[in-house]
Nanobody, 116 residues
């Protein structure tokens, strides 16, 4: 059974930074894709960033390009999302996602609130 546990969310002022962590119960190199999604209030869940092939290929939503960075930790079971220059519209619940074959795994989510 795969478990993903997010941490690092919180309340921050606009322009500030947060780093989210996702700890997986197995090496992230065993997954096809690792990524972060978010669900803003009243909106559907959307892709924020992902990495394919252990980090050799990364993708970002247009709204976060240049501000967010997805990376993996040296421990090989952790994925980070560094979020800089945060905006109020970045507010939402952020979920860690892992894909293996046709199966998606999800964490429980961590709340990020950006005040103006």
């Amino acid at each position: 059974q795969v478990q993903l546990v997010e941490s690092g969310g919180g309340l921050v002022q606009a322009g500030g930074s947060l780093r989210l962590s996702c700890a997986a119960s197995r090496s992230i190199l065993s997954f096809d894709v690792m990524g972060w999604y978010r669900r803003a209030p009243g909106k559907e869940r959307e892709l924020v960033a992902n990495m394919i092939g252990g980090g050799t290929n990364t993708n970002y939503a247009d709204s976060v390009k240049g501000r967010f960075t997805i990376s993996r930790g040296n421990a090989k079971n952790t994925v980070y999302l560094q979020m800089d220059s945060l905006k109020p519209e970045d507010t939402g619940v952020y979920y860690c996602n892992a894909v293996l074959g046709i199966t998606d795994y999800w964490g429980q989510g961590t709340q990020v609130t950006v005040s103006s």
